[in-house]
Each structure stands twice: as structure tokens, then as C-alpha cells.
């Protein structure tokens, strides 16, 4: 059974500056036209979203992105709605993560979920500028809460994360622990394994830990977040096939709700602004 969201709270380092975008490299041509007749879509008069099912809280509510409800089903209806899309002629498909950044041809116009733009992801698919701004953070059983002021005081531990996640890079290249991470297809598998004491801990981005913590797995603790290594902040994009000429409506939506407060008010009405977790470094 899914638990319903409740406000949660993200630390001012996730909050960043709206008019951060994505790298120049992955810009797409200004468009010369997003008439919803004249833009590039899988189905005419349709516009295609994917995602992976589950949809986890805090990002969509009850398994359910047709319902508007958590934080990106909101950001995708909005987005469809500065494209000149009403809500029934927006269709959800389902798309493992991985697949979402894979080469090749995609079924949906656009995928979001919570899925960071990366160099390497770039090469094979398209990003927009991006909609949301995230750190990584470490979840631990109250039990085993260990004392940690940096990353160091984590080598030790036995971590995991879902496949194919930023949250697995900062495993490997952050934090570097001692032992091999143990690596899930799911972050249901991998809250699972945290319960019955596989791990030690399981990074994930922030908002879903918070929410883990809060509703799911109540006796657990956020030890610390991780602040960007590469001079960019990890960020999420909406994602097309490579060369799509939807891109650069894409941006032109994201910029529009960004300059007239949507986005943020998404924010604060979904994850919210107001527990401070501690960065480690």
C-alpha cells in the first residue's frame, strides 16, 4: 500500500538559483515556433510523458502520474499546459529509468524521473534546462545511526542504491567505501534491504529520503548530504530523444514557469524549504 506525501523539507543548498540551466553543450536551437501543430510529437495532437512505475512519493502520489498529484506528475501537467496541452490530451507510458537515457528511439515526447543530466547521459539523449536542483543523501536505521562529520567517517559502512542513479555514483566516486555497494533494480528492493540489515545505509536524492524517513521507515535518520563535486549542481531534466526538436519548447515552458513562480511554488508545495541537513564534505 503507498503512503500519501507529506510536506517535506529540503535544505536551502537544494534551492538554487532559477536561472541555473543545463551546460552549453546540451542547449537545444531556439525554436522558430511550439504551436502544439507545428511541434515535433510522437502522436499529433498528443503530447507522450513517461515514467517508471512504481512513481515514488514525493515526486507523484499513490503510483498514480495522471492524477497532478506530487511534485513532478504537477511539473508535467504544467509543462503541457504552457504547451498549449490540456490534461486529456497528455498520455503517461511507462519507462524503467534506465531506459530513459538509453541510445535509441523512445516512445514518450518527453520522460521525467528525477533523472540528473549527465555528460555521458547526454551523448544519447536530449535534456532541457533544469526544472529541479537536487543533492544526494545518506538514510540509516536509527539503531545504527553511526557519528559522522564527514565523508570519510562513512569508508567503512556497507551502502546501496538503485541501479543506474546518481545516487550510486556518489556511492562510488564520493564516498569510496571499503566495501563494493550493493547496487538494486528498485528503491523499494533497496529500503527492503535496509530494514532486514543488508546495508548499512542507502543513498538517495534528498527528497526521497526525506520522505523515507518521515512516512516509510519512521525509526531512520538522514545522516548528511553531499554537495556537488564537479562545479555544476546535479540537476534534473526533462528528457527527449537525441535531436528532438521538442527540446527547445521544453525550455521555453520551464523558463516560463520559473519567471512567473510556478516552479517554485511546486516546491513549497510538495518538498518544501525548511529543515536544514547537514553537508558533508
Keep these: 500500500m503507498r503512503l500519501r506525501p507529506v510536506a517535506l523539507a529540503v535544505v536551502p543548498f537544494v534551492l538554487l ?43 507523484f502520489s499513490d503510483d498514480d502520474p495522471t492524477n497532478g498529484k506530487g511534485y513532478e506528475s504537477a511539473v508535467a501537467y504544467a509543462v503541457a499546459k504552457q504547451l498549449g496541452f490540456k490534461n486529456s490530451e497528455v498520455k503517461w507510458v511507462k519507462v524503467p529509468f534506465n531506459n530513459s537515457y538509453a541510445p535509441g528511439p523512445k516512445k514518450f515526447d518527453f ?20 526544472y529541479y536542483f ?5 538514510l540509516v536505521l536509527n539503531k545504527n545511526k553511526p557519528a ?41 528492493v533497496a529500503k527492503r534491504a535496509l530494514l532486514n540489515g543488508q ?22 535518520s538522514i545522516v548528511g548530504q553531499f554537495p556537488s563535486t564537479t562545479g555544476t549542481p546535479e540537476h534534473f ?8 526538436g521538442l527540446t527547445g519548447c521544453l525550455n521555453k515552458a520551464i523558463a516560463a514557469l520559473k519567471k512567473d513562480g510556478t516552479l517554485a511554488a511546486l516546491e ?13 564534505k
Design 17 to 59: 538559483a532559477a536561472t541555473a540551466c543545463s551546460p552549453k553543450e546540451d542547449k537545444a536551437a531556439e525554436p522558430s515556433t511550439c504551436a502544439v501543430d507545428k511541434l515535433p510529437l510522437k502522436t499529433a495532437g498528443q503530447l507522450t510523458i513517461g515514467t517508471d512505475s512504481p512513481a515514488y512519493d514525493p515526486y
Design 111 to 130: 520522460d521525467i524521473n528525477q533523472i540528473s543530466y549527465s555528460a555521458d547521459r547526454a551523448k544519447t539523449v536530449n535534456f532541457s534546462d533544469g
Design 134 to 138: 537536487a543533492s544526494q543523501a545518506l
Design 148 to 188: 559522522v562529520a564527514s565523508i570519510a567517517d562513512l569508508k567503512d559502512l556497507k551502502l546501496g542504491a538503485q541501479t543506474g542513479t546518481t545516487s550510486l555514483t556518489v556511492i562510488r566516486d564520493e564516498i569510496k567505501p571499503t566495501h563494493d555497494p550493493v547496487v538494486y533494480t528498485t528503491t523499494n
Design 199 to 220: 546495508v548499512d545505509g542507502i543513498v538517495a536524492d534528498l527528497p526521497t529520503a526525506l520522505y523515507i524517513s518521515a512516512v516509510e521507515i519512521p525509526h531512520s
Design 237 to 244: 531534466g526533462l528528457v527527449s530523444e537525441k535531436g528532438s
Design 268 to 280: 513549497k508545495q510538495w518538498l518544501s524549504d525548511t529543515l536544514s541537513i547537514p553537508v558533508l
